[in-house]
């Protein structure tokens, strides 16, 4: 299941895309060709378990509860006042071939205020399940989930654990010290700039 957005496209396979829709799941280590926003990118299979879906909201409550967040993890924000919110949730998601004994749940959210962007990766307590299913034509399995940032002329920022087993610890670390929840910088950075990650005190990886 694949669904547009006005921002981007929210691909079954724990990933945002902003070039094209990527259907398919491509059995290699980041970086992509695309730039991506990726919470959990592996082979999801929703034909056993789960629904993805997504939204943009205003939402007055959602939108202080971000802007705090944002304020309280990064100097340069202490005006910042999110006006959007684009949130897309894989829920209960199973793995290939229509595996739905084990299943992921996390989200995506991007904070926009109209000129800058934050992004949130939340993940539920034990939300991370699996973390590779078995190859589609090979019976391989396929490379272990990865998560990350990424744009299409080869910046990459992946998390701690990304492509390994300790990828499952993700609703467990933080880099804001609240444990499934990550906060990025990925707008007004500066030309050339990459993704920022928090640099106020008390924000470091637990």
Known sequence: ???????????SNGLLSFLT????????QFPLDYPV???????????????????????PSLLERASDAVRESFSSAADFTATSLF????????YYNRGS??????????????DDSYVQFLYADGGIQWIQSTGQSTGLPDARAQAGLMSGDGRLFTLRGS???????????????????????????GRG???APPDLDGTSEN
């Not at 926003?37 to 939402?59: C, F, H, K």
């Not at 992921?104 to 904070?111: A, G, H, L, M, P």
């Open 37 to 59: 926003i990726a919470p959990l990118y592996t082979n999801v299979d929703t034909r056993g378990s789960g629904t993805v879906y997504y939204r943009e909201t205003q939402d």
């Open 163 to 189: 492509g390994t087993d300790q990828i499952q610890n993700l609703d467990k670390w933080s880099n804001i010290q609240v444990p499934g929840m990550w906060l990025f910088h990925v707008g007004l950075t």
């Open 1 to 11: 299941m694949s669904g547009v957005s006005p921002l981007s496209q929210v691909n």
């Open 21 to 28: 829709e990527i259907p398919s799941f491509f059995n290699i």
């Open 101 to 114: 004994d084990k299943v992921n749940t996390f989200q995506v959210v991007i904070c926009s205020d109209g």
């Open 87 to 94: 949130i897309a949730t894989w829920d209960n998601v199973g």
């Open 193 to 195: 700039g990459n993704v």
